[in-house]
């Protein structure tokens, strides 16, 4: 099979979506691997390091597409993308459709067939978000930490405490892998941590973080109370391929102090608060109601190294799966998303259809 791996172009985002080791191992395998100059480039991997692993370069996003049959990337397709893809061609990658009717229609007119890495589920979990979910999590701590600090316009508060002063309260809508990690990292800086999931078990790891995180089930009230006392509030809810439920209202982000920040992960899908929109690293921010919020859809991008080389590992299986044939193989086939310009994901299939 002829795999191509294109540079990333959505703004600032340095991941890659095959790290060379992985692709040496696919060309080992028998494979032609192609790659778009400098894809590697901000991930610390320059193209002789591709080169050295036997894979071909080629200077252009166009020539790439031309040739590849199976498209390997990170983000959902971008900017003129979509019409680089056709008929016949695999594309395996983040593509978050509940997300983007828009980026849906133009793929399903391309004809070509798309298996998302977030609706790929094995063993009760989605192994290949996984990974991205741990960093945005962290990196949700960390740019909210950072966020509140008054020159970023912040109600000046150390999110820890310290001696004399108060500690922060990080609300965490949802406990699973971006959730979880927040409220370990937000728990360890030593913050005030309430943390939201509707499952017993979510609820039980959360207690053993430390004595400083509550769990909490999602009762409206509950949220409310906690959501106005929130200093840093992080949305990490999924329900896997679908739209976002909205938990958080505009009204009650404009019950929260003003400086306070609002970090929302589920984004990609959606939202999970009413003031969400999509944002990237060249504008990360905005403001609603006095509170700061951010809201990038590739949070793992400002981490490309960590980020690239934990992608491709957590892919790789899936991946060699996939070029064995996706058709035969349970799993995969029940993670695509698009084939041949029909809807194919059941949660897509309704919202769209
Ligand atoms: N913005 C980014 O850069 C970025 C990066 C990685 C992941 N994500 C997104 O983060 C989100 C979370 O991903 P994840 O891997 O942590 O998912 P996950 O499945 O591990 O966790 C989601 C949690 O939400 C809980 N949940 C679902 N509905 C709920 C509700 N109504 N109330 C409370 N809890 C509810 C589930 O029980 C689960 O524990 C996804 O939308 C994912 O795509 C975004």
Redesign the pocket.
């Known amino acids: 099979m002829k795999i191509g791996v294109p540079r990333e172009i959505k703004p600032l985002e340095g991941r890659v979506g095959l790290v060379p080791e992985a692709c040496g191992e696919l060309v080992k395998a028998g494979h032609r691997v192609i790659l778009e100059q400098g894809a590697g480039e901000a991930s610390g991997y320059p193209d002789k390091r591709y080169l050295d692993a036997g894979v071909e370069t080629v200077a252009d996003a166009q020539a790439l597409y031309d040739q590849a049959e199976l498209v390997v990337k990170v983000k959902e397709p971008y900017g003129s993308e979509p019409e680089m893809l056709r008929e016949g061609q695999l594309l395996f990658c983040f593509l978050?459709l509940a997300a983007d009717e828009d980026l849906t229609r133009r793929l399903l007119a391309s004809r070509v067939t798309g298996i998302a890495f977030?609706t790929v589920a094995d063993r009760g979990g989605?192994p290949i978000?996984?990974p991205?979910?741990d960093i945005?999590g962290r990196i949700a701590v960390q740019n909210g930490a950072t966020l509140l600090h008054h020159q970023q316009g912040g109600r000046g508060l150390l999110l820890g405490g310290l001696p004399a002063a108060e500690r922060g309260h990080v609300v965490i809508?949802?406990?699973?892998?971006?959730?979880g990690n927040a409220a370990q990292l937000a728990a360890a800086m030593g913050a005030r941590v309430t943390v939201?999931?509707?499952?017993r078990e979510?609820m039980g790891s959360m207690r053993e973080l430390g004595a400083n995180v509550t769990a909490l089930y999602?009762y409206q009230d509950a949220v409310s109370e906690a959501v106005a006392d929130a200093d840093l509030l992080i949305g990490?809810?999924?329900?896997p391929g679908a739209k976002?439920?909205k938990?958080v209202s505009g009204r009650q982000v404009s019950s929260m102090r003003s400086g306070s920040v609002v970090v929302d992960?589920?984004?990609?899908?959606g939202g999970c608060i009413e003031t969400t929109r999509p944002t990237n690293y060249r504008e990360p921010t905005y403001r609603v109601d006095g509170v700061i919020h951010f809201c990038?859809?590739?949070?793992?991008g400002a981490v490309p190294r960590s980020a690239s080389q934990a992608l491709s590992a957590a892919m790789m299986p899936y991946l060699r799966r996939l070029l064995e044939g996706w058709r035969d193989d349970p799993l995969l086939s029940a993670a695509v998303n698009l084939s041949g310009g029909e809807l194919v994901y059941p949660a897509l299939r309704d919202q769209y259809l």
């Open positions: 978050h977030e989605l978000l996984a991205m979910s945005a809508l949802g406990a699973g892998e971006a959730g939201f999931d509707r499952l979510k999602p990490a809810v999924l329900i976002a439920p938990l992960i589920s984004v990609d899908q990038v859809t590739n949070m793992p």
